[in-house]
């Protein structure tokens, strides 16, 4: 069964503080893993696709890295604004089951002024 | 462009009784998802869509749970009857035609109490 795991589960940083979300995952034949925002009340937003360990994708202060076991998403300099919860998801390869996306619990960041 | 379009985005109905959430993608998606959000946790797939085919419903409780997609653009969720436990956001999301690529698109959910 997919696992995907997500810390921490909330982390508050102060406005330029630099830091690093992580997400480890568990999956047979991985075919993408995914970072996407979710602010509150309303739906996840999409962020990143990593493919193969080494990628990285970078966003304005954001930026994902991949493993073979985890991902990272690093936030540089973060500012108010980049309050939100952000969640990790794998893609699984073919061979049953969803093609939908397996998502993390997501860990919830507060940056303060 | 017009965002995924859910409504209505609250609902508030006693256990037993039935409700139902509708979904518009966007236009040209193919495909369609319903996820289930609990609080703290994130999204669960529910049943996934291709035009007006239900390819995966493995995680869809069919005992009360049902939902349909006619003619391959707007899909309905419907619960029936509904338990304490159902109380959840239930988001819709599309994905382009080029076939499933991770890159989803949202809707805000539709916010399910269940008194």
């Known amino acids: 069964e997919d696992q995907v795991t997500q810390s921490p589960e909330a982390l508050r940083l102060q406005e330029g503080e630099s830091s690093s979300l992580n997400c480890s995952y568990t999956v047979s034949g991985l075919r993408g893993l995914f970072w996407y925002r979710q602010d509150p009340g309303k739906g996840p937003e999409f962020l990143f696709t990593?493919?193969?360990a080494g990628e990285e994708k970078e966003k304005e202060r954001l930026k994902a890295t991949l493993t073979k076991k985890e991902s990272f998403l690093h936030i540089t300099a973060p500012k108010p604004e980049d309050s939100a919860t952000y969640l990790c998801a794998v893609r699984r390869g073919s061979g049953g089951g969803a093609d939908g996306l397996t998502f993390g619990k997501g860990t919830h960041l507060i940056i303060q002024p | 462009e017009a965002g995924v379009v859910q409504s209505p985005r609250y609902k508030i109905i006693e256990k037993k009784q039935p409700v139902a959430f509708w979904c518009n993608p966007i236009s040209g998606h193919n495909t369609l998802y319903w996820y289930l959000q609990n609080l703290g946790q994130g999204p669960e797939l529910l049943i996934r869509y291709e035009n007006e085919e239900a390819v995966d419903d493995s995680q869809l409780p069919k005992d009360r749970f049902s939902a349909e997609r006619l003619k391959g653009v707007d899909s309905t969720l419907k619960i029936q009857p509904a338990e304490l436990g159902d109380s959840a956001v239930y988001l819709c999301a599309s994905s382009g035609a080029g076939g499933p690529t991770g890159e989803l698109f949202f809707g805000e959910g539709s916010r399910l109490t269940v008194l």
């Open positions: 990593l493919y193969s």
